[in-house]
Nanobody
Framework: QVQLVESGGGLVQPGGSLRLSCVAS????????MGWYRQAPGKERELVAN???????NYADSVKGRFTISRDNAKNMIHLQMSSLKPEDTAVYYC???????????????WGQGTQVTVSS
């Protein structure tokens, strides 16, 4: 099967930085888009940033200029460098990958379990 495992969450003060990482492993043929989503208490899950296999990126307006997504195709990994963090960035951050398990299999989105990011003084 396939696993997505996030790491790098934690508690940080406003204005601080964190770097999240996500690695996909298991029976993977190829991965198309990968991305980060977040869900704050009482709110719906929302896109933070995503990146195509060729490196084209897309960001939510709320994080533009503060967050940077990057990708290592050889390692099936993505990272999210978060800077100038605000209390409103507090959420569980989820990694997502749209992948196929074989050359004849369709592509499906797969999700990690999430990592908590708390921005508080």
């Amino acid at each position: 099967q396939v696993q997505l495992v996030e790491s790098g969450g934690g508690l940080v003060q406003p204005g601080g930085s964190l770097r999240l990482s996500c690695v996909a492993s298991g029976r993977i043929y190829t991965i198309n888009d990968m991305g980060w989503y977040r869900q704050a208490p009482g709110k719906e899950r929302e896109l933070v940033a995503n990146i195509t296999r060729s490196g084209t990126t897309n960001y939510a307006d709320s994080v533009k200029g503060r967050f940077t997504i990057s990708r290592d195709n050889a390692k099936n990994m993505i990272h999210l460098q978060m800077s100038s963090l605000k209390p409103e960035d507090t959420a569980v951050y989820y990694c997502m990958a749209v992948l196929s398990m074989s050359f004849i299999s369709p592509f499906y989105p797969r999700w990690g379990q999430g990592t908590q990011v708390t921005v508080s003084s």
